[in-house]
C-alpha cells in the first residue's frame, strides 16, 4: 500500500500473510499471537477476551471495575466523541455514568468533568456545522456578481492581501480548522457501508455521518475554482501574469509551512483547462519556481515525491521546538485514497476466519497519525478581512471560467469558437 511499502509487501493477491501466519504458533484461547502482539482470533475470542472474569477482576463489585470502565468512557468520548451524538448512545452513557458517580466522590467529579468535556465539543462541533451551512447557503457564482456589479470596483485577493506569506499563514488556518473537525470514525463511516466482519449485515441504519471529511473536501475543490476565478478575472494580460506569479509565492509557502493540501489545491487551480490555455499570459510568467513546485506534487511513482516531503515534514514536527514546526496538513484526498485502498485491498479475516488483526492495527497507526495532526494549534495570527475573503468571495464556475478564458486569449480552434459561442449565449444573453 501507498506510504507503507513493507506492510503491503507482506501480503499476497488474497491479501493474507501466509508466512507470518504460519509462524505464529503461540495461540491462548482461539487468539494467536506474534512476538507478544495480538496477530488474529476468532470474533468470538476476541469478544470473550474483552469480558471481565474472575482473572480480571477477583471482586466484582462495581466499585472495584469503576477506575477502568471511567477510563475507558473518558478515552472513548475524548477521541470518538461524536459517537455520541447518537441519542442511544448519550443515553446509555448518562445510564453508566450514573451508576458510576453512585460510589466514591472523586469518581463524581470525574464523570462530571468527562460529561462537561463531552457537550462542549458536541457543542462545538454544532457551531462549527451551523457556519458551514450559512457559507453554502450564501454563496454565488461569481458571475452573476459581475453582472450587477462592475469589474472596476470589485476586489480581488491581492487587494484584500498583498504578501503572498500572509495569504498562506490564513490558508492554514482555515485548513487546520476544518481538520479540527474531524472525526476518526469518519474515516469508517467513509468508506463501510456494511459490517467490516459480516458482510450480510447492515451496520449503520443511519446515513453515513462524513459531514465534516466532505465539507473539507468541498474546501480543497473550493480554493482550486478561486484560484482559476482570481486568474482569469483579470483583462489585462500583465495583471494576469501577476495574479500567476502571486499564487505561485503562495503555493510555495504553504510546501515550507507544510501545508500541503492548500499547495495542491493551488496547483490544480492553475491547472484547470481556462487557466493553462492562456499561452499568452504564461509567456510573460517566471515559471522557474512553480515548475520546482509541480515537480514535488508530481503523481507518478504514487506520489513518490509528495510522500518524501510529508515524511521529512512528519519527522520535522515530531522533533519541533515550536507550533510552526509542528504543522504537517497531508495532501487529503490521497490520504483517503491511500485508507481506502488499504482498507480494500487487505481481507477483514483470514482464510481460517480469524479476524486480521494486522490489517486493522495499519488502518488505526494511519488515522492515528492523521489525529496528532489534525490537533496542532495554529501559530499564526488570525486575519478576519482575509479568511471572510476565502471563505465567501464568490468564484466561477466551470462554464464562468472556461467564458472568462476566451474573452481573455480568444478561441484557437472551431472546438473553441463553438464552446465560446455557446457560453456567451447561455450565460450572458449574447450572440
Known sequence: ??????????????????????SAEDSCGGLYYHDNNLLSGSLEALIQHLVPNVDYYPDNQMRKIAPKVLQLLTEWTETFPYDFRDERMMRNLKDLAHRIASGEETYRKNVQQMMQ???RKLAALSQYEEVLAKISSTSTDRLTVLKTKPQSIQRDIITVCNDPYTLAQQLTHIELERLNYIGPEEFVQAFVQKDPLDNDKSCYSERKKTRNLEAYVEWFNRLSYLVATEICMPVK?????RMIE?????????FNIGNFNSLMAIISGMNMSPVSRLKKTWAKVKTAKFDILEHQMDPSSNFYNYRTALRGAAQRSLTAHSSREKIVIPFFSLLIKDIYFLNEGCAN??????????KFWELAKQVSEFMTWKQVECPFERDRKILQYLLTVPVFSEDALYLASYESEGPENHIEKDRWKSLRSSLLGRV
Open 349 to 358: 479475516r483470514l482464510p481460517n476466519g480469524h479476524v486480521n488483526f494486522e
Open 246 to 254: 502571486y499564487f505561485i509565492d503562495v503555493a510555495r509557502e504553504c
Open 117 to 119: 468535556c463531552l457537550i
Open 237 to 241: 494580460k500583465k495583471h494576469r501574469a
Open 1 to 22: 500500500m501507498p506510504q507503507t511499502p513493507p506492510f503491503s509487501a507482506m501480503f499476497d493477491s488474497s491479501g493474507y500473510n501466509r508466512n507470518l501466519y504460519q
